[in-house]
């Protein structure tokens, strides 16, 4: 880095660090690598380090405890001024925008997304088949955070390439997991489902087909994490009548018997 200027390997450092991050390669929750390795990876000094982190810290995305180490607190930028913007409104507002992020990260992602974003977003699928994280009412029984750290979520944003809308993203997940919303919040899917619908969601943004991707999306947010009352029953995010739900049932099961004869008259992967 000798020809470049402090200015460059600050930034090249601090891209750096945030795409491992954006990736997942450092998951939330997780520590990142001390001073001195971090140094040694970028080939700059600790101070430009020191930097990146605490600009990464001030953006929300990592946080440093003292005697602990830094730890990754979001996948996304995120700012004090939106959670406190976002503690006006109700969580029934809360949970409809974030619907709607949802799925138009999942268009964008359609229209933008390159083949290693595809992959990505398969290696996520893959690593969630058969998981047991999504329970029904899991949320609501206080034992699971899964549903606003899904890192195949995450790639749908990132695959966007859309920063305000992860941002945004990212900010409504934080909101979510304060101790007044999280008893109210549950997951109504079984591992299964989700599986499926990730698969529907993937199908589509690897086909670039934005229209499917959409609806794949708002079939998928339907029971991703809905509201549930004292009684743990669940609130329908929207109000619908028997027939429009019917013609949502029907939309559901062509798209499976669609995807059913497609993987049926896919050309064996053991032919000559």
């Known amino acids: 880095m000798a020809s470049t200027t402090g200015s460059e390997r600050a930034r090249a450092t601090l891209a ?15 520590r990142i690598p001390i001073e001195p390795e971090l140094s040694e990876q970028t080939g700059v000094g600790r101070s430009t380090v020191r930097e990146a982190v605490r600009s990464l810290a001030s953006m929300g995305m990592l946080e440093t405890l003292p005697g602990r180490g830094t730890f990754v607190r979001s996948s996304a930028p995120t700012s004090t001024l939106l959670n406190e913007f976002l503690n006006d409104f109700t969580l029934e507002e809360i949970l409809s925008y974030r619907r709607a992020l949802e799925i138009e990260a999942a268009q964008q992602a359609a229209l933008h997304r390159t083949d290693e974003d595809v992959a990505a977003l398969e290696q996520a699928a893959a690593e969630e088949v058969g998981c047991t994280r999504c329970p029904v009412l899991g949320l609501a029984a206080g034992s699971d955070n899964s549903a606003f750290d899904s890192k195949f979520h995450r790639l749908v944003f990132d695959s966007a390439k859309n920063r305000l809308l992860a941002s945004l993203y990212a900010g409504i997940n934080d909101q979510l997991r304060t101790p007044e919303h999280r008893g109210r919040l549950a997951n109504v899917a079984t591992g299964a489902e ?6 529907r969601v993937l199908d589509a943004i690897r086909r670039r087909d934005f229209i499917d991707a959409v609806h794949a999306m708002v079939d998928h947010v339907d029971h991703d994490v809905v509201i549930v009352n004292d009684q743990h029953e669940v ?3 929207l109000a619908r009548t028997p027939e429009q739900q019917q013609r949502i049932d029907d939309a559901r099961a062509a798209e499976d018997a669609r995807v059913e004869e497609v ?3 896919a050309p064996s992967s053991t032919g000559a």
């Open 263 to 265: 993987a049926r008259t």
């Open 194 to 199: 989700m599986e499926r619908d990730h698969a």
């Open 235 to 237: 609130v329908p995010p």
């Open 16 to 30: 750096y660090l945030r795409r491992k991050i954006t990736t997942g390669e450092w998951p939330v929750g997780t």
